[in-house]
């Protein structure tokens, strides 16, 4: 049976090992076997620059390099906190990095790929940083400066958003459904995979034409979230412990 894995929003840092080894176990378990792994943005809590090869990094990278090398297609996506990974660290992990909004062909069914947090329509003052932050003269300023001063500008910024988040309604911080709708209608997909939001489910959705289904990966915490698409029974939402 031929399948392939999503996975998105697993925030890995040196703080939480345990999401590391997780993704590690997953990987292994999956290396040679799974036709291709997704992953749909926010892989790291921070990434400051391909050039940051810390020992962390460095055992992510080597995991990824060891699944790609079995065989095992790899794709990665940007997320809000990611945005700054490079060709480096495709070449490193021996991966691809896609472009927001791809399309793939799932065994005969259409998805639509993306991290999900240009949906999130609502919330404006994000959506003005986004901006900013996919912006690739601001991407080329921030990693001209040395190593120390974006660990230092990433902490802030971590700080800003914690606090942030911490006042807005859910509503904003969720996908706006109208949003949803366009994007699904103008890829001509009846299937939307997303993480982003920290809300794993699947959800209905009414299209031009006909009824479709966002399928939305969560983030990694005691458990961890991946969405299976096989050529047998379709798509599946699924977690699983991390110890």
């Given at each position: ?221 005691k458990l961890g979230w991946q969405i299976v698409a096989d050529s047998d029974a379709g798509l599946r939402l699924e977690s699983f412990g991390v110890n």
């Amino acid at each position: 049976m031929s399948y392939s894995l999503f996975i998105s929003d697993l925030h890995l840092d040196p703080a939480r090992p345990e999401h590391l080894q997780a993704l590690e176990s997953l990987l292994d378990k999956h290396a040679g076997q799974a036709e291709r792994l997704y992953v749909l943005g926010d892989l790291f809590e921070t990434w400051i620059g391909d050039d940051d090869d810390s020992p962390f990094n460095l055992q992510a990278i080597a995991a990824f390099r060891r699944f790609a090398d079995s065989g095992s297609e790899l794709f990665f996506m940007h997320g809000n906190r990611d945005f700054l990974l490079g060709d480096g660290f495709a070449a490193a992990t021996g991966g691809q990095i896609l472009p927001e909004g791809t399309v793939v062909d799932l065994y005969g069914t259409p998805a639509l790929l993306m991290h999900g947090d240009s949906l999130c329509t609502l919330d404006t003052a994000y959506q003005q940083f986004r901006a900013m932050a996919r912006n690739p003269q601001w991407q080329q300023g921030m990693l001209a400066k040395p190593l120390e001063e974006r660990r230092m500008i990433a902490q802030g910024m971590r700080m800003q958003s914690q606090g942030n988040n911490a006042n807005k309604a859910e509503n904003i911080m969720d996908v706006t459904p109208e949003e949803v709708v366009r994007v699904m209608d103008e890829a001509g997909v009846q299937h939307l995979i997303h993480g982003h939001t920290h809300r794993p489910d699947v959800h209905d959705v009414e299209l031009a034409g006909g009824q479709g289904k966002r399928w939305v990966l969560g983030d990694w915490g005691k458990l961890g979230w991946q969405i299976v698409a096989d050529s047998d029974a379709g798509l599946r939402l699924e977690s699983f412990g991390v110890n």
